[in-house]
């Protein structure tokens, strides 16, 4: 089974960007759609942006879209969230998750999501 290892977190100022890795290892990443999702304190784990197995189909919450890009790189086992134009609203601990359907599309229920990281944290301060 597949584990994954978020880094890339941290404090930034609002407007600021961060550039979230996802590292995949004991499984095939390639064979896995992936997703990113965060839950901010008192609040439920929502759905940020999921990715297809080869890269070409994508999602984003429409609350990051515009602003969020995700990506991988499956040479690299790893996947990317990159955050642009942060807000005080973006904080949140991120979480990393790998799907493992075999067709489909990119999904936002977290329900089909059945490996996750141990989360990364992001602040933003305003």
């Known amino acids: 089974q597949v584990q994954l290892v978020e880094s890339g977190g941290g404090l930034v100022q609002a407007g600021g960007s961060l550039r979230l890795s996802c590292a995949a290892s004991g499984g095939t990443f390639s064979r896995h759609y992936m997703g990113w999702f965060r839950q901010a304190p008192g609040k439920e784990r929502e759905f940020v942006a999921a990715?297809?197995?080869?890269?070409?189909?994508?999602i984003h919450a429409d609350s990051v879209k515009g602003r969020f890009t995700i990506s991988r790189d499956n040479a690299k086992s790893t996947q990317y969230l990159q955050m642009n134009s942060l807000r005080p609203e973006d904080t949140a601990v991120y979480y990393c998750?790998?799907?493992?359907?075999?067709?489909?599309?990119?999904?936002?229920?977290?329900?089909?999501?059945?490996?996750w990281g141990q989360g990364t944290q992001v602040t933003v301060s305003s």
């Open positions: 990715i297809s197995v080869n890269g070409v189909s994508t």
């Open positions: 998750a790998a799907d493992p359907r075999v067709w489909g599309r990119p999904s936002p229920d977290k329900n089909n999501y059945s490996v």
